[in-house]
């Protein structure tokens, strides 16, 4: 959670100066701000979610076909 907040005031930060300079209006810059990182926030933290089950697919996958090898090979020995 604790990389999640950094990221918050990173993005938040980057946002504001950007939409400052394009527009010059402290309220435009501060909405945006606030609005697009929130946003992009909590959409990371899923995004996290997803992509560690992912990993975890694939880990599972592998073991499963290391398993499944190792069977067949010690299938194949005991012939």
């Given at each position: 959670m604790a990389k999640t907040m950094t990221f918050a005031v990173m993005h938040f930060s980057i946002a504001f100066s950007v939409a400052y300079l394009i527009t010059g209006s402290l309220l435009v810059g501060g909405l945006v701000a606030i609005v697009e990182p929130a946003?992009?926030?909590?959409?990371?933290y899923f995004h996290e979610?997803?992509?560690?089950?992912?990993?975890?697919?694939?880990?599972?996958?592998?073991?499963s076909q290391t398993?499944?090898?190792?069977?067949?090979?010690?299938?194949?020995?005991?012939?």
């Open positions: 946003i992009n926030t909590v959409a990371f979610l997803v992509w560690n089950k992912v990993q975890q697919a694939d880990i599972t996958a592998e073991l398993i499944q090898s190792a069977g067949e090979n010690y299938a194949l020995r005991s012939m």
